[in-house]
């Protein structure tokens, strides 16, 4: 069991966000984002958005840093990828 945080790079809504992912499940994912805070909302179906603010606690609660390569070559890796095409109803 591992929760990845790749580096804030998203500007919206006047934040900086970075997405946190599992590499074993949604479910995984969903436990781990309620024990830090994060509301539900945040997640968007396989990953969740955090406001760079939330770094230091995530991964003081285990989250494990990587690279955006790195973030989403595990979470290729878990068969957990959404495509843009299925994101968008296309696949």
Do not use: N
Not at 30 to 38: C, D, H
């Amino acid at each position: 069991m591992t929760v990845y945080l790749d580096p804030p790079l998203w500007p919206r809504h006047g934040k900086v966000w970075g997405h946190l992912v599992s590499d074993t499940s949604v479910e995984e994912l969903l436990a781990f984002a309620a024990r830090a805070g994060i509301p539900e909302r945040a997640f968007d179906r396989d990953h969740v958005d955090v406001p760079e603010e939330m770094y230091p606690e995530l991964v003081r609660l285990g989250a494990v840093l990587v690279g955006t390569r790195e973030l989403v070559r595990r979470l290729r890796g878990s068969g957990l990828r959404v495509t843009a095409a299925e994101r968008h109803g296309r696949g």
